[in-house]
């Protein structure tokens, strides 16, 4: 008995300056892929992904995951620009900023000479 399966894709919207980031960084692979005068095939076989994958993180695909995205990065000698995503957390500090209370604390005695 076969069983078949119909392996959907998840389609992920984003809105579209969004979708302009991502396109950017899939052309930053390509570019960084390029300069290194490696082949397409070469980078896929590295990173352990297909061909088909490589051409749609090139692309900015969101639907990719993120692992791959590494993969490729790690391939080009990129990896530690991972670090550097949300490293500066501006927002996030001044929101941690307002939350924070002062402690409340006894008034301090005044001592007698």
Avoid: C, W
Avoid at 7 to 21: A, D, E, N
Avoid at 28 to 35: E, G, I, P, Y
Avoid at 42 to 57: K, M, N
Avoid at 59 to 82: I, T, W
Wanted: aromatic letters at 4%; proline letters at 4%; charged letters at 30%.
């Amino acid at each position: 008995m076969f069983i078949l399966m119909n392996i959907m894709k998840k389609s992920i919207i984003l809105l579209p300056v969004h979708r302009r980031l991502m396109k950017g960084f899939g052309e930053n692979l390509q570019l960084a892929r390029l300069r290194r005068r490696l082949s397409a095939e070469r980078v896929a076989e590295r990173a352990g992904i297909s061909r088909g994958t490589l051409s749609s993180i090139e692309a900015g695909e969101p639907s990719v995951a993120m692992g791959n995205y590494f993969q490729v990065m790690r391939v080009l000698g990129l990896e530690k620009d991972l670090a550097q995503l949300a490293k500066d957390d501006e927002m996030g500090r001044k929101l941690q900023d307002l939350q924070m209370k002062p402690k409340k604390r006894a008034p301090k005695t005044k001592t007698e000479s």
